[in-house]
């Protein structure tokens, strides 16, 4: 295993503009370690786990990857989280705050199951950007890189490193997390900045995901919205199963809305009070399309271009998501492409 640093290494770049625009035309490393690594097992986990979550888990296949929803009993959103199963009684749940485990063992009382934390246990370094394919083959081969596909992952050794590679991201390009043994992240953060890649924090990732529209908890998700008004009822498979929230989602649905999550482009003048109210949640400079972009709700009935007033009576004009790649079609792209 590598232990040195070669004089080509890659290294934090000098902020965060050029970190985001590393990972856009080329590859950024981001450690998200942050992140809650909850195991469920036992003969009841995939029962427990329909019962938690909004997705159906019947026909899903160990190696497969779903982002989905924690509802509280009035269907706001506790949390959204990826769920990775790796055997019919065997679970990983990510979430973004390590305190979510205290509900979540709360909610599986009732069921045969274990629920722990794992974080301390493992890193997650999330490999992200056009040539992250083209880097990851270097340490685990083309055929593992070719063979996995979007929101799959694999166990693979990079590095001598037995790892959890899984093809998903947040910063709208192609990407992987890799799950490893914390002990052995270092080796592996050093194997794969030698190869180029620029070591990146969380304002890059921030801004990141705020031009492919993602959404992030204690910003868009503080516990009061709902999974329409986060655009996110996709998530929610109602048909022929129970799970938190449900009946309360169902009532929702039938009731009108009065916000949205949206895009705003903020426009460096005050507003007319007489203009509808946004909120913004969470806003950047966009390194790509060069002004200031924001994510945020508005009421629905506006159009896209609509002129809104911020909190700040700063003006801003309502905006289709995501920004950046609006079909989506990059994190889905050949990994190995040119």
Not at 46 to 66: C, D, M, Y
Request: proline fraction near 5%; glycine fraction near 8%.
């Amino acid at each position: 295993m590598r232990r040195g640093r070669s004089p080509h290494a890659g290294a934090r770049t000098v902020n965060a503009i050029e970190q985001h625009l590393a990972t856009r035309r080329n590859a950024g490393l981001f450690d998200f370690s942050f992140m809650s690594l909850i195991e469920v097992d036992g003969a009841a986990a995939g029962t427990f786990l329909e019962h938690l979550q909004t997705r159906s888990l019947v026909a899903l296949a160990a190696g497969r990857i779903v982002y989905t929803l924690l509802l509280h009993d009035d269907a706001s959103v506790f949390i959204d989280a990826t769920l990775w199963k790796h055997a019919d009684d065997r679970w990983w749940l990510f979430t973004g705050r390590r305190t979510d485990v205290d509900t979540i063992q709360a909610r599986a009382r009732s069921f045969n199951v274990r629920v722990r934390e794992r974080s301390n246990l493992f890193a997650v370094l999330a490999l992200q950007g056009p040539a992250s394919g083209r880097t990851l083959a270097k340490l685990a081969g083309e055929a593992i890189v070719q063979k996995l596909r979007y929101f799959r992952f694999i166990e693979a050794r990079l590095e001598e490193v037995r790892s959890s590679v899984g093809r998903l991201g947040y910063s709208g390009e192609l990407g992987y997390e890799i799950v490893v043994p914390a002990v052995e992240a270092p080796s592996l953060r050093s194997a794969l900045l030698e190869l180029g890649v620029a070591e990146c924090g969380f304002d890059a990732a921030n801004s990141l995901r705020i031009e492919s529209g993602y959404v992030l908890f204690d910003r868009e998700v503080t516990g009061g919205e709902n999974p329409l008004e986060l655009r996110l009822d996709r998530l929610v498979e109602v048909r022929g199963r129970e799970f938190i929230g449900k009946q309360a989602f169902i009532a929702l649905r039938r009731a009108p809305l009065e916000r949205q999550l949206v895009g705003l482009e903020i426009v460096d003048r005050l507003a007319s009070p007489l203009l509808p109210f946004a909120c913004a949640t969470s806003e950047c400079l966009s390194p790509i399309l060069h002004r200031r972009i924001a994510l945020g709700f508005a009421p629905p009935t506006l159009s896209i271009g609509s002129p809104v007033r911020l909190a700040d009576d700063r003006l801003a004009r309502t905006a289709r998501l995501p920004f950046y790649d609006p079909s989506r079609r990059l994190p889905r792209g050949a990994p190995l492409s040119a």
